[in-house]
């Protein structure tokens, strides 16, 4: 195996974030987040604002009545009406984790990249998670405000990150089934969580 591709889908507070940031640094390996909404643009020619319509964080709730289009892969040209779409804009991204995937180890945040990679050999998913409390906590030094408030934020981004995923791939998000590695950062810390991911690394290479 040439390269390696670590996806790290997590819920706000539960220190997803840092544990991709702090792993591609002690691998010496690139990280992707936000950035692949760049990337996207320079690739389609879509300007980058547009691409916040089906970003995980930003994302409005479908249409009443609309169906949820499950990516297949497919990118429709300029010509054609549905260039702007939602479904071609989550495409376009989804085309840019491939090739990543394809040419270079690194550690992908978020994006539904464990669905896109599913069939990948050398792709090891992993969902972070932590207890509730914990969240809150961590929340709030970000976030600042009332307890309430920030309990508030967080419901509201699991139910946008649970409909992001349900509308593009089909399944649930937060479905265990669905990463090979499943690890609550409340219990093991950060750094046991990097362990963890580096030992399901070394197991993927034998």
């Not at 090891?124 to 309990?151: C, M, N, P």
Request: glycine share 6%.
């Amino acid at each position: 195996m040439d390269n390696v591709v670590i996806t790290i889908a997590r819920q706000y507070g539960s220190g997803g974030r840092t544990v991709g940031e702090m792993l591609s640094k002690k691998l010496g390996i690139s990280y992707y987040d936000k950035n692949i909404i760049r990337m996207a643009s320079d690739d389609s020619g879509i300007h980058e604002e547009l691409f916040g319509r089906v970003d995980e964080y930003n994302s409005a709730k479908p249409p009443l009545f609309k169906k949820s289009s499950v990516y297949t892969g497919e990118l429709v040209p300029p010509s054609s009406k549905d260039f702007l779409s939602d479904e071609n804009l989550f495409s376009y991204q989804a085309k840019v984790i491939r090739e990543l995937a394809e040419k270079e180890s690194c550690v992908i945040i978020g994006r539904c990249s464990n669905y896109i990679l599913k069939d990948y050999p050398n792709v090891l998913s992993v969902f972070i998670h932590a207890s509730w409390d914990y969240r809150i906590q961590e929340a709030s030094k970000k976030l600042g405000g009332t307890t309430k408030e920030v309990e508030k934020y967080l419901q509201k981004d699991d139910k946008r990150k649970f409909e992001f995923c349900r509308r593009f791939t089909g399944q649930e998000w937060t479905d265990a089934t669905n990463y090979d590695l499943c690890l609550d950062s409340s219990k093991l810390g950060y750094e046991m969580c990097i362990e963890e991911i580096e030992h399901r690394l070394k197991m993927m290479k034998r």
